[in-house]
C-alpha cells in the first residue's frame, strides 16, 4: 500500500495547531498574520486586527494562500458561508476538502481531515474552541463540501477519510 503525500494546505494549517486567541488586549501574531494573509490575497486592506473577531476564514485563507491557491480564497474569506461558493462542489467529503458550516448567528469553515467511529467529521480549523485544532462535527451542520486543490477534483482515494480518535463531543459554536 502507498502513503498519500499531504497535501499542501492541510500541511500549513497541521503545522499551526496550538495556535490560540490570546485573552484581553493582547493579540496572538499568528492569528494577525492568518488575517493579513487572507487580505492580501484577495487584495484588500486590512480592517480587521484583533483575535477575537471570529478567524476561521482567516485560518482557512492562510492555510490556501500559503500553497498558492489565492484563486479559491472568496473576497469576504472572513464570512465562514462564503466558502461555500469556492472551488468544485462535492456530494460527500474528501481529505483535504473544505467544509462550511450552520451555526447560530453565522457559519463555520475549516478543512477535512477524516472522520470518527460515531461517523462524526474530523475538522481541522481555527477559532475551534478559540485555537487550531482538528475537532469532531456532526455531519447534520454540512451545508457544503468544497474541493479547492490543484485539480477539479480530489483523488478518488480521498475520499477514504482516516479514522481520528476522538471524545464525540461534537463541536456546537465556534464564535
Given amino acids: 500500500m502507498t502513503t498519500q503525500t499531504e497535501l499542501e494546505w492541510v500541511a500549513n494549517g497541521r503545522a499551526k495547531i496550538g495556535t490560540y486567541e490570546i485573552k484581553g488586549s ?3 501574531p499568528v492569528i ?4 493579513q494573509l487572507g487580505f492580501q490575497a484577495t487584495k484588500q486592506k486590512q480592517w480587521i486586527n ?3 473577531t471570529a478567524w476561521c476564514g482567516a485560518f482557512t485563507a492562510y492555510c490556501m494562500a500559503r500553497a498558492g491557491l489565492d ?3 472568496p473576497k469576504a474569506f472572513y464570512r465562514a ?5 469556492v472551488g468544485t462542489s462535492l456530494n460527500k467529503p474528501a481529505y483535504g476538502a473544505i467544509v462550511v458550516f450552520s451555526r447560530s448567528g453565522g457559519g463555520h469553515v ?3 481531515v477524516g472522520k470518527d467511529s460515531r461517523g462524526n467529521i474530523m475538522v481541522l480549523g481555527g477559532n475551534q474552541s478559540n485555537a487550531v485544532n482538528i475537532m469532531p462535527f456532526a455531519t447534520s451542520r454540512v451545508l457544503a463540501y468544497r474541493w479547492c486543490g490543484t485539480q477539479k477534483l480530489p483523488n478518488a482515494s480521498r475520499y477514504n477519510l482516516p479514522l481520528l480518535n476522538s471524545n464525540g463531543k461534537v463541536s456546537t459554536n465556534e464564535a
Fill in 26 to 28: 493582547k493579540h496572538n
Fill in 32 to 35: 494577525l498574520a492568518m488575517w
Fill in 50 to 52: 484583533d483575535d477575537e
Fill in 71 to 73: 484563486k479559491h480564497i
Fill in 81 to 85: 458561508k462564503e466558502w461555500a461558493s
Fill in 110 to 112: 475549516g478543512l477535512v
